[in-house]
């Protein structure tokens, strides 16, 4: 009839790949596995337009402000159900982790990461939010503004908003030392929930050659006496799973600088120093769960220089690691080698679909 679909309406073609359950393990501590072609280019596209449509992706806007233009938004359990690429997804989650859905544990976020413009960014989240925007300079030599300029967008309660990595999303000055920080913040995923066992990270998008926007684990691959390991390991002990970069004029504890320093060395050293080993053997790599044998292409490590694994976004491609420290199939302790960083977009959109998987619990539908 005229005016009316002549079918039913077509569902984004799914990826294949993964009903093998075929996946590269390219570290052992922490343990992580790469699965290529996890969804495919439909399901990515139908997953951003899914984040785009929820309200709080334009609320949560203003964590990362002056440094990247970040939001992101939680899919609730009734989307991830009654969303048939949703559904599908988490399926295929289910299989490679071993660890069924937990509808009352279970985070899942989808994020957008785009470059900070200064000229631009400001201005297009004040239109978003419908927040007045100061025409005043954020120059450091400039007069100080008054406490609610907050880098000329709305602040937010950072006590009361977070998002499910447990972020605070609050705005950062845009000052110029912002943008030479290749780190967004280093964190370890427990931060937010103890019990989570392991995450899956399922990249949307490709970024240009330029764009940076890696996935980082400083820690991969250390020794048990590796500086930064330990002090993760302190860190963790007491009770601290994130670490920010300090805003102007704020002082941070000595040795979360001194983490994040270290880690941003770590970061160039791994990605300009590394050879570019792509499809040969890993070292770390001591058993697989299929029958590939070669480091993806876009994992880069320099075990020679010092540890550290980067992991390049390619569209489709997923990253399962875990948190904790397994002795006969029982976790046993906090990972420090799973803390990681989300790099700096310098280029492009980074999106970015992440399941938090809470540990095994036989009670769990």
Not at 224 to 234: A, F, M, Q, T
Request: glycine fraction near 6%; hydrophobic fraction near 30%; include cysteine.
């Amino acid at each position: 009839m005229s005016g009316e679909e002549s079918g039913p309406r077509k569902r984004p073609r799914t990826s294949n790949n993964l009903r093998q359950n075929r996946g590269i393990i390219i570290s052992t501590s922490p343990r992580i596995e790469v699965f290529e072609s996890f969804a495919s280019p439909e399901e990515c596209e139908h997953l951003k337009q899914l984040a785009q449509a929820q309200e709080e992706f334009s609320l949560n806007a203003l964590q990362y402000a002056g440094l990247v233009d970040y939001r992101s938004a939680n899919i609730d359990v009734e989307l991830r159900k009654s969303d048939p690429v949703m559904a599908s997804i988490e399926l295929r989650t289910t299989a490679i982790s071993g660890l069924a859905a937990h509808n009352a544990g279970d985070d899942v976020m989808i994020a957008r990461t785009n470059p900070w413009d200064h000229e631009s960014s400001a201005k297009r989240i004040r239109r978003e939010l419908q927040a007045p925007l100061m025409e005043t300079s954020v120059h450091p030599d400039s007069e100080k503004q008054p406490e609610s300029y907050n880098g000329g967008v709305r602040a937010v309660d950072s006590d009361e908003e977070l998002d499910s990595e447990g972020f605070a999303l609050r705005p950062r000055e845009a000052v110029e030392v912002q943008q030479q920080r290749a780190l967004m913040n280093l964190h370890h995923d427990h931060n937010n929930n103890t019990n989570r066992s392991c995450t899956l990270m399922l990249y949307l998008s490709d970024l240009p050659a330029d764009g940076c926007g890696e996935t980082f684990f400083p820690a991969a691959s250390a020794p048990v006496e590796d500086s930064l390991l330990s002090s993760l390991s302190l860190m963790q002990s007491s009770g601290r799973y994130i670490v920010q970069h300090s805003d102007p004029g704020e002082e941070l504890p000595r040795d979360e600088v001194a983490v994040m320093r270290e880690s941003e060395e770590r970061y160039t050293v791994v990605k300009f120093c590394s050879p570019q080993s792509y499809g040969t053997e890993s070292p770390d790599c001591g058993e697989r769960s299929g029958t590939d044998t070669a480091v993806p292409e876009g994992v880069l490590q320099c075990p020679e220089e010092c540890p550290g694994m980067l992991l390049v976004p390619k569209q489709g491609r997923a990253v399962l690691f875990y948190h904790a420290i397994r002795d006969g199939g029982e976790e046993a302790a906090t990972s420090g080698h799973a803390w990681h960083a989300p790099c700096v977009v310098r280029n492009g959109s980074k999106w970015l679909l992440t399941f938090f998987k809470e540990g095994v619990d036989k009670k769990s539908t």
